[in-house]
Structure formats: C-alpha cells, structure tokens
C-alpha cells in the first residue's frame, strides 16, 4: 500500500472514511451531492453528524441511515462511538458557558 502524503494537496486514492459534520445551514440536497462526489471518488464508508440534533447517518448511492450506537467502517480499526462523541460535546459547550 502507498503511504499518503499529506502534503500532497491532490487527493489520489479514496479515503477509508469520509464524515462531515453538519451546520445549521446545510440542506439535504447539498448533502446528497456530497454523498455522490464521494461515491463517484470510490468511499466505502460516508458518515454524517448532526452535533445539533446528536444524531449520526450513514450514507450510500440509497440515500441516509440513521446509526445508532455506533459509526464503523467493517474490516478496519475505525469507528466512533457516538455516546461518547455526543458527551464529550455536552461537556465542551457546558466549560464553554
């Protein structure tokens, strides 16, 4: 396997993972030409978090799924815990006010 060079500001091979994080101002349609640049780019696994609502998705070519507990990419070491996640967020915004 290739190394990736970080440096390199040209992406040549896809990802593992992709995850965006959603704002206030992001509408679906957006998010579902996300999901198709990433399809087309050849991402096995594309995540989306609404730090707002605290809820997760999974997505593909069949639209969004809700995940649950968890957000993990088969056969490989990566995934998200998203109670975790979602508490260490409760407690960023608490130090913040």
């Known amino acids: 396997m ?5 440096a ?9 993972v992709c995850v965006e994080v959603l704002s206030k101002g992001d509408s679906l349609n957006e998010m579902r030409e ?5 399809l087309a780019m050849g ?10 609502l605290r809820v997760a998705y999974t997505a593909s070519e069949d ?7 968890m957000l993990a990419a088969p056969g490989t070491p990566v995934f998200v815990d998203l109670a975790d996640i979602f508490r260490r967020l409760g407690d960023l915004l608490a130090w913040r006010l």
């Open 63 to 69: 639209g969004f799924e809700p995940a649950h507990n």
């Open 34 to 38: 996300k999901v198709d640049d990433y």
């Open 2 to 6: 290739q190394p990736i060079d970080p």
């Open 43 to 52: 991402v096995q696994h594309i995540w989306f978090i609404d730090p707002l």
């Open 8 to 16: 390199d500001p040209i992406v040549r091979r896809a990802p593992v």
